[in-house]
T-cell receptor
Framework: DAGVTQSPTHLIKTRGQQVTLRCSPK?????VSWYQQALGQGPQFIFQ???????QRGNFPDRFSGHQFPNYSSELNVNALLLGDSALYLCASSLETSGGLNEQFFGPGTRLTVL | QKEVEQNSGPLSVPEGAIASLNCTYSDRGSQSFFWYRQYSGKSPELIMSIYSNGDKEDGRFTAQLNKASQYVSLLIRDSQPSDSATYLCAVNKEWHSGGGADGLTFGKGTHLIIQP
C-alpha cells in the first residue's frame, strides 16, 4: 500500500523565484492538504484540495497557490519567494467520508531553502 | 490566545516509566483530536486519534479526551528510548456539510526524551 509521496526532497531557490512542489496521495485517498512547518514550530495549514478545487485556505497570501489533478495528485506553487518561505512543506492525504472523522497522513516533506 | 497549546518541554522520562503529554485547545467547536510523533528531520506520523470523551487505547498508547475541560492527553506506557521525539497535538475544528476533514490546527509540540 503506497503511502504519500512528495518531490523533490530538497530544493534551494533565491529570493523572487518561483517553486513548484508535488504530492501524490496515499492509495485510495482523494483529499490533499498542504502545510508549512518552520523550524521549532508545528505545521501551519496552507490549503486543502478536494475534487480538483481548493475548498479551504489558511492564513497564507495569494503567492501560495495549488492545483489538484484528476488522479488526486497535487501541486503547491509559491511565487516571489521570500527568505521567510524557507521551511519544510508537508503534504497530507485523507479520504472524504460522510460524518467523517478523517485522519490525515503526511508525506516525507520537501525542505525548501530560500537564499 | 493560542488555539492549541502544549508544553514545549523537554520532558524527560526514565525508560520503562509512563510519559504523560498534555494539550489544551480553545475552540469548543473542535470535534476530532490527533497525536502525531515527529522525529528530528522527519515528517509527522499519526499515532492516535480520538473523537469521543474518555480514553482510547492502542498498544502502549492511550489518548484521553475531556471536551468540557478542552483538554486532550497522550500516555505512553513502558517508555522506550525510541519514543524520544516531538509529539504534536492537532485539532480538527469543523466539518463540511457533506462530511470530510478540514485543515488541522497544530500545537508547537512537546519534546520528549526517554532516558535509558
Amino acid at each position: 500500500d503506497a503511502g504519500v509521496t512528495q518531490s523533490p526532497t530538497h530544493l534551494i531557490k533565491t529570493r523572487g523565484q518561483q517553486v513548484t512542489l508535488r504530492c501524490s496521495p496515499k492509495s485510495g485517498h482523494d483529499t490533499v492538504s498542504w502545510y508549512q512547518q518552520a523550524l521549532g514550530q508545528g505545521p501551519q495549514f496552507i490549503f486543502q484540495y478536494y475534487e480538483e478545487e481548493e475548498r479551504q485556505r489558511g492564513n497564507f497570501p495569494d503567492r501560495f497557490s495549488g492545483h489538484q489533478f484528476p488522479n488526486y495528485s497535487s501541486e503547491l506553487n509559491v511565487n516571489a519567494l521570500l527568505l521567510g518561505d524557507s521551511a519544510l512543506y508537508l503534504c497530507a492525504s485523507s479520504l472524504e467520508t460522510s460524518g467523517g472523522l478523517n485522519e490525515q497522513f503526511f508525506g516525507p516533506g520537501t525542505r525548501l531553502t530560500v537564499l | 490566545q493560542k488555539e492549541v497549546e502544549q508544553n514545549s518541554g523537554p520532558l524527560s522520562v526514565p525508560e520503562g516509566a509512563i510519559a504523560s503529554l498534555n494539550c489544551t485547545y480553545s475552540d469548543r467547536g473542535s470535534q476530532s483530536f490527533f497525536w502525531y510523533r515527529q522525529y528530528s528531520g522527519k515528517s509527522p506520523e499519526l499515532i492516535m486519534s480520538i473523537y469521543s470523551n474518555g480514553d482510547k487505547e492502542d498498544g502502549r498508547f492511550t489518548a484521553q479526551l475531556n471536551k468540557a475541560s478542552q483538554y486532550v492527553s497522550l500516555l505512553i506506557r513502558d517508555s522506550q528510548p525510541s519514543d524520544s521525539a516531538t509529539y504534536l497535538c492537532a485539532v480538527n475544528k469543523e466539518w463540511h456539510s457533506g462530511g470530510g476533514a478540514d485543515g488541522l490546527t497544530f500545537g508547537k509540540g512537546t519534546h520528549l526524551i526517554i532516558q535509558p
